[in-house]
């Protein structure tokens, strides 16, 4: 079975460090990731687009049921949360900046590689 993440919103609008669309995916190990771009100078006058991945840390997800989880308890409509993560004072945990994906399409194909490595891993566990 293949394990796809689930796109929960996309947000214009943050108060994340740049000025690009974010992305909030919902994953199989529970998690909430964003992906987002960012120009970053690697050497003078040289800029490059990365990719910040970054784990939302206020909010948890049920992959199974869909369910967007607020502060390990409350349970959040889609719309709300679509509207909490436009605000200031996102609580995210960087994990990861990769400058060698060239675009969001090959960012969604990254993200979907980890998801089905993640739901493996759940599975091996469980075995």
Do not use: W
């Not at 399409?105 to 980890?114: H, I, P, S």
């Amino acid at each position: 079975m293949e394990i796809k993440t689930h796109l929960l919103c996309k947000s214009q609008l943050t108060y994340f460090s740049t000025d690009m669309p974010v992305y909030f995916y919902g994953m199989p190990n529970g998690r909430i990731f964003c992906f987002f771009a960012r120009f970053s100078e690697i050497h003078l006058n040289h800029s490059v687009l990365e990719f910040v991945f970054a784990v939302h840390e206020d909010f948890t997800y049920d992959y199974e049921s869909g369910k967007i989880i607020a502060y390990g308890f409350k349970e959040t409509r889609l719309s709300d949360y679509a509207e909490i993560v436009n605000g200031p004072d996102q609580r995210i945990r960087i994990m990861n900046v990769y400058q060698f994906l060239e675009s969001y399409a090959d960012a969604q194909v990254f993200l979907n590689t980890k998801a089905q490595i993640m739901r493996n891993n759940l599975e091996f566990e469980l075995a």
